[in-house]
């Protein structure tokens, strides 16, 4: 049995799925693009049922605008939310097939845009489970590499030639057939460096290439 089991998650409450995991899910989109001017937040099963209840709602926000689980801001984040000129909006729908805390996340900057669907498993445990369509199953424990890049022969190959350091998961998919665009997930087991990154943009096969960096021992 780990300490997680006995003591449980260190946490601005109240409950480790229903905040903390949300939380952990919009910070990985922070992650991803940093604090969006604009944000949708799709909310299923028991996150829509519980809302504001178990303060889903602001542990969305919280995460969204970078804050960690631990920090005592976490309950003024509407606030801070509204601080930092964030506009957001809440609303429910079954996303189908998905587990019962699931948030689809819908986030906008200037000219970016990032769909990220995760679900809150338990104890604070995360599984981002779609990014821009693209199924995966990113815990949210290793740095990744989200890379838009053109549907040809050698793309993939020469992306992971940039890369010098362990490759732990690759998710790839077609995300557009008729304009040849591919999207390719990987979780590596070290943060990606500056020059992995300039390597990766200046391909010709590649779009765009958004990192998620961590900081030593921690996870998102």
Do not use: Q, W
Request: charged share 25%; with cysteine.
């Amino acid at each position: 049995m780990g300490l997680l089991e006995v003591s449980g998650p260190v946490m601005t409450g109240p409950s480790s799925s229903h905040t903390l995991g949300a939380l952990r899910i919009a910070r990985f989109v922070y992650k991803l693009m940093g604090i969006p001017d604009s944000v949708v937040f799709t909310l299923h099963g028991s996150f829509a049922l519980t809302y504001k209840g178990h303060g889903t709602d602001r542990a969305l926000l919280a995460g969204i605008i970078g804050l960690k689980a631990d920090d005592p801001r976490v309950k003024d984040a509407y606030k801070l939310a509204k601080d930092v000129g964030l506009k957001y909006e809440f609303e429910f729908a079954d996303l189908g097939d998905v587990h019962p805390n699931t948030v689809l996340i819908k986030a906008h900057k200037g000219d970016l845009y990032n769909e990220v669907e995760g679900s809150s498993i338990g104890g604070g445990a995360i599984r981002i489970t779609k990014i821009n369509g693209v199924e995966c199953s990113l815990a949210g424990d290793y740095p990744a590499l989200v890379v838009v890049n053109k549907d040809r022969p050698g793309a993939l190959k020469g992306i992971l030639d940039c890369i010098n350091v362990n490759i732990a998961n690759v998710y790839l998919r077609r995300v557009n057939a008729l304009e040849g665009i591919a999207l390719t997930i990987i979780e590596l087991d070290e943060n990606p460096t500056e020059e992995v990154l300039e390597c990766i943009r200046t391909l010709k096969n590649v779009i765009e290439v958004y990192a998620v960096r961590l900081e030593e021992g921690e996870i998102i």
